[in-house]
């Protein structure tokens, strides 16, 4: 396991099922989970977390993942952390507005496999 | 009195009248004299006339018909402000009626797409055999599982995309924009898939720099994904698919960019190929090869690409591949 694969990642999802299917198959990639379930408590993990990447859900209830995301990027602890949208919204103007918000991916969840997701996960943590 | 002064005009202008077609010759000048007199006549019968019936209590007729007619006026007037107001309130209805429909649209596709994503992933870890190991009997069924949520997937993609395009044919925002790098970033999101399949997806770039060029960055990336996709789609395992990116410079011809997509697919019949760009057309050895799409994404593409005010086209060979190549001007005209 090389150190690449120890890193956490922090996964912010409601629905419970999709959460430990992603969760499960990230940690057979041997990166840590660390979860949210909601926008309120989204931020709090992060910064108790301090993961290498987090995986965006926008449909949260209470604070929705726009403002969640926006929070992490005026949070100068955590702001650099890449925030990879995970989320079954897609319109043209989500794609803007969570990219404007600092994104670094937007990835329709449908149009992906588990495989898929592990493998921008790592993509993307070997561009950082 | 005013009667026997309407006879006299009569009887005078009469007589000038018929003297001169008696007796003149009629050429050219004279015709025109004769015309100016019929005129005047005219003028000199009616305005003694319309001097009796104003006498006569024309005046307050004519009062009340102009009287009648100002009404009238008003009338169509204040209906037509009226319905000014109406359409322009059925307008602002009918944004928000579009507007609504969008919202629900998005909203729709995002509660099927989830348990849709469940659905996919879970079959997909299975036949990994994630969760165990599996047997071939077990594979087949899963597979035929898999594809059929892909299926509905590509289904709710496409609506979205349909209905993308209707809320935005008019609403292009137009940005000078790289698009070689739009180009990688389409490229990069396709990673996965190649792999999969084991494809080789390469960027050819011409040896100078492509100039910017004004699109709408959105809608540009979705032309591409949409020929990338295809590509990715109908090229076996172990293909390849070229993105050439040129200028071109043909003498006469407003300055543009070709993309070219270049796949080792299956082809497209011949037969079949004049209707390629037709909503919800799929060729014969698509269908029969793969479940997935539903015939929108090249109508899809061939409307993005006139909506920049470009061209599409492409070259194919049954078992060969086949090659799109648009052609998008570097900047628009304006309107």
């Keep these: 396991m090389d150190t690449e694969t120890k890193k956490t990642i922090l996964i912010v999802e409601d629905d419970e099922f999709l959460r430990s299917l992603a969760a499960k198959r990230l940690e057979k990639e041997g990166y840590g989970i660390a979860v949210a379930v909601d926008g309120e408590s989204a931020l709090n993990v992060a910064l108790e977390t301090k993961p290498a990447l987090i995986l965006l859900d926008l449909l949260l209830p209470g604070r929705d993942g726009f403002e969640v995301l926006k929070q992490i990027k005026e949070d100068e602890t955590i702001k650099t952390v890449p925030v990879v949208i995970f989320s079954n919204l897609g319109r043209a103007e989500d794609i803007e507005k969570a990219q404007k918000l600092g994104a670094v991916d937007f990835l329709i969840k449908a149009n992906f496999t588990l495989d898929d997701l592990a493998q921008k996960v790592k993509d993307r943590l070997s561009k950082v | ?335």
């Design chain 2, 1 to 335: 009195m005013r009667a026997a002064t309407i006879i006299w005009y009569y009887v005078i202008l009469a007589m000038v009248v018929v003297t001169s077609l008696i007796f003149v010759d009629f050429s050219d000048l004279q015709r025109t004299v004769q015309l100016i007199l019929i005129l005047a006549l005219v003028l000199l019968i009616a305005n003694p006339i319309l001097m009796v019936w104003i006498s006569g209590g024309g005046e307050n007729r004519l009062r009340q018909i102009f009287g009648s007619a100002d009404v009238e006026l008003q009338n169509l007037n204040a209906e037509l402000e009226t319905q000014v107001t109406k359409l322009m309130q059925e307008t602002d209805h009918l944004q928000e009626v579009d507007k609504n429909k969008s919202e629900f649209v998005s909203m729709t596709a995002h509660q099927l797409r989830t348990p849709l994503s469940a659905i996919k992933w879970t079959f997909h870890m299975i036949m990994n055999g994630d969760l165990g190991p599996v047997t071939t009997d077990q594979r087949s069924f899963l597979e035929k599982g898999y594809e059929s949520s892909e299926k509905v997937i590509s289904v709710v993609n496409d609506w979205l995309n349909l209905d993308y395009l209707e809320a935005n044919k008019k609403k292009y925002q137009f940005v000078f924009t790289d698009i070689c790098e739009l180009i990688d970033g389409v490229v990069f999101e396709f990673n996965p898939r190649t792999r999969e399949k084991n494809l080789a997806l390469v960027v050819e770039r011409p040896k100078s720099n492509i100039p910017l060029v004004e699109v709408d960055p959105i809608k540009f990336s979705m032309i591409m994904e949409n020929l990338i996709d295809n590509a990715v789609k109908y090229t076996p395992n172990n293909g390849k698919i070229t993105i050439t990116v040129n200028d071109d410079k043909i003498n006469g011809r407003e300055p543009a960019v070709e993309v070219g997509v270049a796949d080792s697919g299956i082809g497209i019949p011949k037969a079949e190929q004049e209707r390629l760009f037709q909503q919800f057309f799929r060729s014969s050895n698509v269908a029969a090869t793969t479940p997935r799409g539903s015939g929108l994404g090249l109508f899809i593409v061939k409307n993005l690409v006139e909506g920049h005010g470009g061209t599409v086209h492409f070259e194919s060979e049954e078992g060969k591949g086949t090659k799109f190549i648009i052609t998008i001007p570097l900047k628009q005209k304006k309107v």
